[in-house]
């Protein structure tokens, strides 16, 4: 079975720095996707970001990158010019074949003014 | 655009009693639909998925059920409700296919006394 794990339960940062949120997987598989949900207080899972394996080139969506490593099976994610409005939940998610998604626990991060 | 919709809100049940939790998405055909259970402080589990009508896939054996009565709509059922069952409850859908990205609608937060 497909595991996904984030070893950071909380963390924090000041607005307009940087911050890198960890996630590791385990899987036998060589084709997958990866994905990061933001979850606001809101409680809607919102996404974030999205990476196909068979990619090399690391995913970015405005301040947010990711650093895939397949080889280890990491898949952090980074966000530059932290703002107040990234306080949330961030959730690490992996996708085999089908549909079959699987989430982290998840990161608190607080993002401190 | 597509918009996923889910009522109620929010649900207080005494235990025992129904449930029916409805999902409705709008602006997309024949989309996969699926239910998650998020428990306080936790990553999402998988309850249902839909890749059709009438179509229902269990992840996990439990108190629940799932209906695919239209294309679009995608009820979350349960003839006695259980204090285990309380939780946020998502429905997500995504394009008709594989390995594509779930969107989620704004969730449900059952609670059962």
């Known amino acids: 079975a497909q595991t996904v794990t984030q070893s950071q339960p909380e963390m924090s940062v000041q607005e307009a720095e940087t911050v890198t949120l960890s996630c590791t997987y385990d899987?036998?598989?060589?084709?997958?996707?990866l994905f990061w949900y933001k979850q606001p207080p809101s409680r809607q899972m919102i996404l974030v970001i999205r990476?196909?394996?068979?990619?090399?080139q690391n995913a970015t969506e405005n301040r947010f990158s990711v650093n895939f490593q397949k080889a280890a099976k990491s898949f952090s994610l980074k966000i530059s010019d932290s703002q107040l409005g990234d306080t949330a939940m961030y959730f690490c998610?992996?996708?085999?074949?089908?549909?079959?998604?699987?989430f982290g626990a998840g990161t608190r991060l607080t993002v401190k003014p | 655009s597509q918009t996923i919709h889910q009522w109620p809100a929010t649900l207080v049940q005494p235990v025992g009693s129904p449930l029916s939790l409805e999902c409705t998405v709008e602006?997309?055909?024949?989309?996969?639909l699926y239910w998650y259970r998020q428990a306080a402080g936790r990553g999402l589990q998988l309850l249902f998925y839909?890749?059709?009508?009438?179509?229902i896939s269990s992840e996990v054996p439990q108190n629940l059920s799932a209906s695919r009565p239209q294309d679009r709509q995608f009820i979350l059922s349960s003839k006695k409700l259980l204090l285990s069952d309380s939780g946020f409850y998502l429905c997500?859908?995504?394009?008709?296919?594989?390995?594509?990205?779930?969107?989620f609608g704004p969730g449900t937060r059952l609670l059962v006394l």
């Open positions: 839909s890749v059709g009508i009438g179509q």
């Open positions: 998610a992996f996708m085999k074949h089908g549909n079959d998604m699987r």
């Open positions: 602006g997309t055909s024949n989309p996969n």
């Open positions: 997500a859908w995504s394009p008709q296919g594989i390995q594509e990205t779930q969107y």
């Open positions: 899987t036998s598989e060589n084709n997958y996707y």
């Open positions: 990476q196909e394996a068979y990619k090399q």
